[in-house]
């Protein structure tokens, strides 16, 4: 399982302790602006998002982006979209969806918060990642170097 898989897997699992079950005979209230109850409406997003393939994922990441307004459901849609990318500011522009979500039920407020945490590790850690390689190059440069000199160095001298 790969680290793109676990994470959604793992953010659902938490949850789903999170999500309490309406009362036998007691339809379920909707909670917020979005479609079902929240928490349990986001986690049904999420492993929906989780299981498109990479051109249905395009395709409505295309159809979100050519909307004018969002309104929470489609901003949460758009930033699942994006979480799944690969590059530091499809994370970044998911990150900012996710911040202008409105207030949302407890539950749903506390995936949101999990999922801005888990997005804010993933930047700092390209970011990180991205610094070490830079310094690791430096590195190498920097022993390619010294090799050179010890070789001029060590080179016999011609009377």
């Not at 990479?54 to 050519?66: F, I, K, T, W, Y």
């Not at 010294?146 to 160095?153: A, D, G, N, P, V």
């Amino acid at each position: 399982m790969t680290f793109r898989s676990a994470l959604p897997a793992g953010l659902l699992l938490m949850l789903t302790g999170c999500v309490i079950p309406p009362a036998p005979g007691q339809p379920a209230a909707p909670i917020s602006r979005f479609s079902g109850t929240g928490a349990q409406a986001l986690l049904n997003e999420l492993s929906r998002v989780a299981t498109l393939g990479p051109e249905q994922r395009r395709r409505e990441l295309a159809a979100l982006d050519s909307e004018r307004r969002l309104d929470d459901a489609k901003r949460f849609q758009l930033a699942a979209l994006l979480e799944r990318e690969d590059n530091v500011e499809a994370l970044e522009r998911s990150l900012k969806a996710l911040s202008t979500i409105g207030e949302t039920d407890s539950r749903a407020q506390t995936l949101v918060e999990l999922m801005k945490k888990s997005l804010s590790a993933r930047i700092e850690l390209r970011q990180q990642t991205a610094r070490a390689q830079e310094l690791q190059d430096k590195l190498d440069q920097i022993k390619a170097l010294e090799k050179t000199l010890q070789q001029r160095s060590t080179l016999p001298k011609s009377p």
